[in-house]
């Protein structure tokens, strides 16, 4: 039976960061996938802000687009569009991102399984099956880098994220309305709990797609939105899951979850790959010295829950405060929020301060703007009130304050 140091169970993004990482330790690291390492078709629009590349230290082979803004509809059918000089965010391709980030794992020295499908058996041992042979193995940290419905994080009795969104996409032959931007799309008959999007990819390709609160008929709803607002060959489908709040705890004796297997999501626009992506380099680090040192117990290994919550904890919080707000809201309230912020000086200020990966950012630099003051007032209402606007200005300055869990670096 092989032994290895670190196992990581899933060769998604996050998955390949944190063996690459396990075995920069000098952890001997294995990279199990039941796929073949492309993630085809993705079950992602793959868009990322521009500091992503840097953060998963990646070329540019899997650029497509720069994005500058976003024309935003309401549930009416309003317009509002936000554009800016800066690159705002880059639609990479996915499974291009993917094989590049599982090459350099293996160039980091990480023993790399395709078509293997891995199980955990009662005595914390790795089953593993691939097409015509079963083998076991023995790992001292398991990393579970499986996705939403993670197989280590319930073999491991760790919590799962509290809530899913339901999700799908279809990538289809059309170009976009604009080159440089993204269409996002809000309502409760188009995605209720959420929203629809429409990205651009390669040339004359985009990206539709649209989440919604599960047990919605996410299938009819992308279906409609495709027939009114984007008509073109369809290439391919893909349903999906997005967990929305991390999971209460992330290590236990012997394993550690990351990524969607972790919740580490973004609640306000599904994104996982940076935010994962951060705390996979530090899952991959705790869980290699760790091993090394063969203290496996939850009580070394729950460093990397304290490191990664200092990183991005509190953003996170803060997200799920927003996306509790903004899911309550009717298509009126909706609808009047647009409204209200479809003034110069509020667009203005989101295109100079918006970042995709620290919304609260932006609240906190429209807040410090006391000419904004009047506009933002009459938000209030709009935004459910005193009671859920209270919380997340709460949180906004309790984020500036010492050890905040939000570290943005340049983009
Ligand atoms: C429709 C949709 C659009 C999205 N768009 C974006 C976006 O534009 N930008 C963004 O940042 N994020 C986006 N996301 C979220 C993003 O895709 C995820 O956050 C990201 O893929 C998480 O990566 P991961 O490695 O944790 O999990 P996954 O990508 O789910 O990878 C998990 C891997 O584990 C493997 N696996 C699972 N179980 C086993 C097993 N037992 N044995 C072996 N292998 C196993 C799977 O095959 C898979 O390859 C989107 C999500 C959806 C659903």
Redesign the pocket.
Known sequence: MNSYDVAV????????VAARYAAATGARTLL????DGS?EP???????SPR?PSLLGISSTGLLREIHGAIIHSPTGKQTEILSKKVKAIVLDRSALNRELVKLAAQAGVEVRHH????ITDQAKLQLSEQNRQYEAKARVVIG????R??VASRFSLPSPPRFLA???ATIVREARASDMVEIFFGTKIAPGFFAWA?PAKQEQLRV?L?ATQGTDVNTLLNNLLSQHFPGQVISY?????PVGTAAKTTTDGALI????AGQ?KPT??????T?GLCAKIAGEIAGYASLAEKTTNETLKEYEHRWQDKIGKELRFGLLAHRAFCGLSDAEIEAALAIINQPSILQAITEYGDIDYPSMLVSSLLSRQDLWPRLLSLIPALGGWEKFGNLAQLVISLEQPGRGREPKKQ
Request: net charge negative; proline share 4%.
């Open positions: 169970i899933g060769g998604g993004p996050i998955g390949a199990v996938d039941q796929g993630c993705a079950c992602c629009a793959g868009l990322v992503t293997t499908r891995a199980a880098a499986d996705g939403p993670s197989m999700a799908v996409q990205v797609g989440a893909v349903g999906g899951i997005i990351v990524g969607d297997a999501v626009s599904g994104g996982g790959i940076y994962g």
